[in-house]
C-alpha cells in the first residue's frame, strides 16, 4: 500500500473517531439534562429546600450527602441455583414465635442454636422460610444435635398464600396453606439428615415440638427456582427535622415546663384502666364498652389528660399516648393487661386469632381517637362517664400507639402476644378490622388523619446491628394483611425498643451506641421498610441507659467522666446515630427515675423521682442543649475525616449549618482536628440548657468523646 494510501486511511480513522466522540458528548449531554430535569422534579414533588437537594453518593470519600434519598431501583441478579443449593438469608425467615434467633439456622455454624427454653411457647416454635418466589424443593439437609436426653420432632410443610375465599375464616392464625412434606423423630447422637421432597412452592414452614434448644442447628434446602423475583426497588427517604426527631417517654404527671426544652415529642405511658377502670365492669354482656364506660378528664385515679395533652400541643410538643393494656370482649375485663382470650381460661370460647374478639378494644381506640383527634363526632356515639365534658375533635393528639411491648415472652401470656395475634388486635384497633366489628370501632373510623403505631417491641442486643426480630414481624404482619385485609395495612409507623449492653455475665453493663451498633440496628430497619413496605416511617422509641451503678443497663463511670456524664454522652450520641440511620423519630427512655433501687430501667431518668422533687440530672442539660441547637435542622451527610473522628451535618431552611464533632470511644480519647472555618462552638455543660458558647477562628480543635457542636 502506498504512502498516499495509508494517508486516506488514517484520514478516514480519524474522521470516524471525531464523529464518535461527538455522538458521546451529545449523549452525555442529554442524560445530564434528564438528571437535572429528574432532580427538578423531586424537588417539586417534596418542596425541597436548598439545603436538602438530591446530591449523588460520594464514593472516594464515603461521604453520604442524604437530606432526601430518592427512590432506588438496584441491578443485582438474582442467582440461579439450577438445581444446587438454594440461598436463604436471615430476612427470608420469619420467626412465628417471636423469640430467639432463627438465623441460627441457616448461619453456616452447626454450634450456634435457635434457644427455645419457654416451656409455654412449646407449641409455637415454628419458623417460616420465605423464598421470595417459587422454587421446586428436590431436597432438605438438616444437622441434628445430640439429642439424647431430649428427643424431639421435627415437622416441615410446603405453604402458599391463602385464597380469598380461605380467607374468610373467621379464625386467623396463619396466613400460609400448608401441606406436611415430612415428620422425623430427632434422636441420637449429632448428625446430618437428608430428606427427598418434591414440591414447588414459596413458603415453607418448620415447625418444632417438645422443648429445649434447636435441636437442629442447619437447616439447606436444594433445588431450583421456577419463578421469577420481582425487581428490588427501594422508597424514597426523607430526613426528619430534628425537633421533631427528638423525644422521651413521660408520665401525664410529669411537669411541662421541665419537658419543653428536651425535644419534639413525649411518648406517654398510659393504661386502659387509666380512662376505664373502677369498680365496675366496662364491659357489656356483648364484650363492647357500655355506654359510660371511659373518662378523660379527670381519668380514673383524678389524672388529667386533657390539661395534659393540650398543654404539650399549646407548646408545640407533640403528645404520643402508647396505651399498654387492652380490653377483652366477651369476658370480663378485670385483667385488662392481659391481652390474649384464653389465659388462665378467662374468656373461653374467644379465639385469640381472630379481630372480633378485640371488639372491646377496639371501641375504646374509637373513644380516645374520637376524644384527640381532629374530626368531631356526634354527640351520641360518645360513651362517656357522668360528668365527663361531652366533646371531641380537640386535635391534641396526631398518633397513637396500640399496645406497648406485645412481645414480652418473660410475662407469658399476661405480656405476650405471637405476631399474627399481635395483628388481630392491632387490625381491630385500627379501623374495627375493615369495619367488620361495627362502623363506629377503631381509630381510623373516629379520625381518617390519626396515625397508628404497632405497639413498640423490645430489643436488647449486644453488638451486631440486625433487627432480625423486628424484620421477622413485619414480614409476618405484611403476610397476614395482604391475606386477610385485601392487602391494606393496619398500622402506619414501624415501632422499636432498643437498649444495647455487654455480653450477659458478671459485670454486665450497657455499652455506647457506637460499641452496639445502633446506627446499624436503625438503618438495616430503615432499609427493610423502603425496600419491603413503601418507606413506613422507623421510630426507636425506647432507649437508654441507668445511672444506678450495678444496673445491667448502666452507663459507667470511666476516665474524667461520672456515670451521669456518660449517660448523657451516650444518649445524645444514640439520637446522632439514630438520626443519621435515616429513623424518623427516636425516644429515650425516660424523663424520670421510676425508683432509685438497683433493678434494670428503674433509674434512666433525665431527672430523679417525683417524691424526690424531679432533681435534673446531667443528662438532662446534655439533651436540651441538643435540642436547643439542632431543633431547626435536618441531617445532610456524614463527613469522612480520615480519623475515628465522627463528623455528623446538620442543615436548616435558613442557613444554618451545624457540625457535630466526637470519638465514638468509651476509653477517654482525645484527637485533634481540622475542623475548617469559623463558626460558634457550644459544648454540653450541666447546669445550662443551652451550653456552653465560645468564637471558634477555625482550624484546629480538640476533639473527645463528649460530642461538641460547630454552628456556622
Not at 418542596?47 to 437537594?53: G, V, Y
Not at 439428615?193 to 429445649?212: A, C, M, P, R
Not at 421469577?228 to 404527671?253: E, K, Q, R
Request: proline share 5%; with cysteine; net charge neutral.
Amino acid at each position: 500500500m502506498n504512502v498516499a494510501s495509508k494517508r486516506k486511511i488514517l484520514i478516514f480513522v480519524l474522521v470516524l473517531a471525531i464523529i464518535g466522540l461527538g455522538i458521546f458528548y451529545w449523549q452525555q449531554q442529554k442524560i445530564s439534562e434528564s438528571m437535572r430535569e429528574g432532580v427538578e422534579l423531586v424537588e417539586e414533588i417534596f418542596e425541597l429546600t436548598p439545603d436538602s437537594e438530591v446530591v449523588e453518593e460520594n464514593v472516594e470519600s464515603k461521604s453520604v450527602v442524604a437530606a432526601y434519598v430518592p427512590a432506588q431501583v438496584p441491578t443485582d441478579p438474582v442467582p440461579s441455583t439450577n438445581g444446587g443449593r438454594i440461598p436463604i438469608t436471615r430476612e427470608m425467615i420469619m420467626n412465628k414465635v417471636a423469640s430467639g434467633n432463627t438465623g441460627a439456622l441457616i448461619d453456616g455454624d452447626i454450634n450456634t442454636n435457635w434457644e427455645m427454653t419457654n416451656p409455654w411457647l412449646k407449641d409455637y416454635y415454628t419458623a417460616v422460610i420465605d423464598l421470595t418466589t417459587s422454587y421446586k424443593i428436590d431436597k432438605i439437609r438438616f444437622y441434628q444435635k445430640d439429642m439424647w436426653n431430649n428427643p424431639g420432632t421435627i415437622i416441615v410443610r410446603s405453604c402458599r398464600k391463602k385464597t380469598a375465599e380461605e380467607a374468610k375464616e373467621t379464625s386467623k392464625e396463619n396466613p400460609l396453606a400448608c401441606t406436611d412434606l415430612f415428620t422425623q423423630k430427632l434422636e441420637g447422637r449429632a448428625h446430618w439428615v437428608e430428606k427427598s421432597v418434591s414440591t414447588t412452592n414459596q413458603y415453607l414452614e418448620i415447625h418444632f415440638t417438645d422443648l429445649g434448644k434447636a435441636w437442629v442447628s442447619e437447616l439447606e434446602l436444594y433445588g431450583s427456582r421456577v419463578g421469577n423475583v420481582p425487581p428490588t426497588t427501594y422508597a424514597s427517604l426523607m430526613y426528619p427535622m430534628m425537633h421533631d426527631f427528638i423525644g422521651y417517654n413521660a408520665f401525664n404527671d410529669n411537669p411541662v415546663a421541665d419537658l419543653i426544652p428536651l425535644g419534639g415529642h413525649e411518648r406517654d405511658y398510659a393504661n386502659i384502666s387509666w380512662f376505664t377502670g373502677g369498680d365496675v365492669n366496662p364491659v357489656d354482656e356483648k364484650g363492647f364498652l357500655k355506654s359510660d364506660a371511659v373518662a378523660f378528664e379527670p381519668g380514673v385515679g383524678g389524672f388529667r389528660f386533657d390539661r395534659f395533652y393540650g398543654a404539650l400541643r399549646n407548646a408545640g410538643i407533640s403528645p404520643f399516648p402508647v396505651i399498654k393494656e387492652c380490653l377483652r370482649g366477651g369476658f370480663n375485663a378485670a385483667r385488662e393487661s392481659v391481652c390474649v382470650p384464653g389465659y388462665n381460661n378467662e374468656g373461653a370460647g374467644e379465639d385469640p386469632y381472630n379481630p372480633y374478639s378485640y371488639r372491646a378494644t377496639a371501641d375504646f381506640f374509637y373513644q380516645l381517637a374520637a376524644r384527640y383527634g381532629s374530626k368531631t363526632i356526634p354527640d351520641q356515639f360518645l360513651k362517656l362517664k357522668a360528668g365527663q365534658s361531652r366533646v371531641s375533635g380537640l386535635g391534641y393528639v396526631k398518633e397513637i400507639e396500640v399496645r406497648n411491648e406485645p412481645d414480652m415472652t418473660w410475662r407469658s401470656f399476661q405480656g405476650w402476644a405471637s405476631p399474627t395475634m399481635d395483628a388481630a388486635m392491632i387490625s381491630a384497633a385500627y379501623d374495627g378490622h375493615l369495619s367488620s366489628i361495627g362502623p363506629r370501632m377503631g381509630i381510623k373510623n373516629a379520625d381518617s388523619n390519626m396515625k397508628v403505631s404497632m405497639g413498640g417491641i423490645f430489643s436488647v442486643q449486644t453488638a451486631h446491628g440486625r433487627p432480625d426480630l423486628a424484620m421477622s414481624r413485619l414480614k409476618i404482619f405484611k403476610l397476614w394483611w395482604e391475606v386477610y385485609r385485601g392487602g391494606k395495612p393496619f398500622m402506619d409507623i414501624i415501632n422499636v425498643h432498643h437498649y444495647v449492653r455487654s455480653p450477659s455475665g458478671d459485670g454486665q453493663h450497657g455499652i455506647s451506641p457506637e460499641d452496639g451498633k445502633i446506627k446499624e440496628f436503625g438503618k438495616n430497619l430503615v432499609d427493610f421498610s423502603r425496600r419491603e413496605l413503601g418507606g413506613m416511617p422507623v421510630w426507636v422509641t425506647e432507649f437508654g441507659y441507668d445511672t444506678h451503678p450495678t444496673s445491667n443497663q448502666g452507663a459507667r463511670a470511666y476516665g474524667p467522666y461520672s456515670i451521669e456524664e456518660v449517660q448523657g454522652m451516650w444518649l445524645v450520641r444514640t439520637f446522632l446515630e439514630l438520626s443519621a440511620a435515616g429513623v424518623q423519630r427516636a425516644s429515650m427512655y425516660m424523663f424520670p427515675d421510676a425508683g432509685s433501687q438497683q433493678q434494670n430501667y428503674s433509674t434512666g431518668g433525665l431527672v430523679g423521682t417525683k417524691d424526690a422533687g424531679w432533681p435534673k440530672k446531667t443528662s438532662y442539660y446534655y439533651q436540651s442543649t441538643f435540642h436547643h441547637f439542632l431543633q431547626d435542622t435536618r441531617f445532610v451527610r456524614e463527613i469522612s475525616t480520615g480519623s475515628l473522628v465522627r463528623n455528623y451535618e446538620y442543615k436548616s431552611a435558613a442557613g444554618k449549618t451545624v457540625n457535630v464533632l466526637w470519638m465514638p470511644t468509651s476509653s477517654n480519647q482525645i484527637i485533634k482536628y481540622d475542623a475548617g472555618g469559623p463558626g460558634a462552638v457550644i459544648e454540653l455543660e450541666k447546669g445550662s440548657i443551652t451550653g456552653k458558647r465560645t468564637e471558634f477562628k477555625g482550624g484546629i480543635i480538640e476533639v473527645t468523646e463528649k460530642p461538641i457542636f460547630i454552628a456556622r
